[in-house]
């Protein structure tokens, strides 16, 4: 199943839908161009719905954690939500649930910038 994304906009904050796998080849290079259009496009607060994701691979979770790092460079702020146990399971094993903050209600993901 490749991936499909969705931007849609919440009291200001960008919020990607994403489902399908996060694998590399297009889904990958599908997450890099959704992230940089919203960034070239002036975005500051993004989500990025996870809900729909059943599978990342380590292609997959590094270009999130390349996503992460250029908004924080271009002075944007990105959080993630709706994280399955899969994914959850991942970013445990790799420490990375550090690095990105996560939360399962989208009303107070929204709250939270």
Do not use: P
């Amino acid at each position: 199943m490749s991936l499909s994304t969705e931007v849609r906009q919440v009291n200001g904050v960008s919020i990607v839908d994403m489902a399908g796998r996060i694998v590399l080849g297009e889904e990958t290079g599908k997450v890099r161009s959704t992230i940089r259009g919203l960034l070239e496009g002036g975005a500051t607060k993004v989500i990025i719905n996870l809900g729909g994701v059943s599978y990342i691979d380590s292609s997959g979770l590094g270009e999130l954690v390349s996503a992460y790092s250029t908004a924080q460079r271009s002075g944007c702020v990105v959080k993630l939500l709706n994280v399955q146990a899969k994914v959850q399971d991942l970013l445990q094993i790799t420490k990375l649930y550090t690095v990105f903050e996560s939360h399962t209600d989208e009303a107070e993901a929204v709250a939270s910038f």
